[in-house]
């Protein structure tokens, strides 16, 4: 992040609070379409505010303690948790993602 964007984002919110309610919702149409389309799902998703369980709790801090001691999951186990093998996510990268949500 270059120096100047913390002012150029206090800035653009500060025009965005002086904005009337007609302005403001073109502005939002504007923005949707100049972002991702999983940054766009990611950005209405609903905040997760569950509290974590002590066995989330052990399982982040074990992870974590992993990380820190230079250890990590190796990616095949990762793809096995989700039923997939190397050569699976080797063809995935290989195969454009489509736009349309519904594919």
Do not use: N, W, Y
């Amino acid at each position: 992040m270059s120096p100047d964007q913390p002012d150029q984002r206090q800035q653009a919110h500060a025009f965005l609070d002086r904005l009337p309610d007609d302005q403001l919702s073109a502005v939002c149409g504007l923005l949707e379409t100049m972002i991702s389309p999983l940054d766009r799902k990611l950005a209405l998703a609903p905040i997760d505010d569950e509290p974590l369980t002590p066995d989330e709790v052990a399982a982040i801090e074990a992870g974590r303690a992993s990380l820190a001691e230079g250890r990590g999951v190796p990616m095949e186990d990762v793809l096995a948790d989700f039923g997939l093998t190397m050569d699976d996510f080797r063809k995935m990268a290989e195969t454009p993602l489509s736009e349309d949500p519904a594919q």
